[in-house]
């Protein structure tokens, strides 16, 4: 059973940048694509970003797009997201996902068969 946790979440100002970091547990054996995900308190859970295994085709969603960028890890095993200029409407809870079977990082959360536990992002202003 594959595992996925994230880290290096926690608390920034406005204006501010972070990295999380997702760890997988084995590398997939097929095609395969990873991607984050957050969710707000009672809103439903958004598409931020996501990219292939093998670090090909990037794809964003809006609130994402020419803040946050999507890549693999200098660790092994690992797909980082690095968020600029973090506002407070950034703050969720994110979660990184693996799709098997497919290159592409598709927005639909149906997609993707594993999970991480997810971990929080809080952005003061």
């Known amino acids: 059973q594959v595992q996925l946790a994230e880290s290096g979440g926690g608390f920034v100002q406005t204006g501010g940048s972070l990295t999380l970091s997702c760890a997988v547990s084995?590398?997939?054996?097929?095609?395969?694509?990873v991607a984050w995900f957050r969710q707000a308190p009672g809103k439903d859970r958004e598409f931020v970003g996501g990219?292939?295994?093998?670090?090909?085709?990037?794809n964003y969603g809006a609130a994402a797009k020419g803040r946050f960028t999507v890549s693999r890890g200098s660790a092994k095993n690992t797909v980082d997201l690095q968020m600029n200029i973090l506002m407070p409407e950034d703050t969720a809870r994110y979660y990184c996902?693996?799709?098997?079977?497919?290159?592409?990082?598709?927005?639909?959360?149906?997609?993707?068969?594993?999970w991480g536990q997810g971990i929080p992002v809080t952005v003061s202003s």
């Open positions: 996902a693996l799709r098997v079977g497919s290159l592409w990082p598709t927005p639909g959360t149906i997609a993707y068969a594993y």
């Open positions: 084995e590398p997939p054996l097929t095609d395969s694509a």
């Open positions: 990219i292939s295994w093998n670090g090909e085709n990037p």
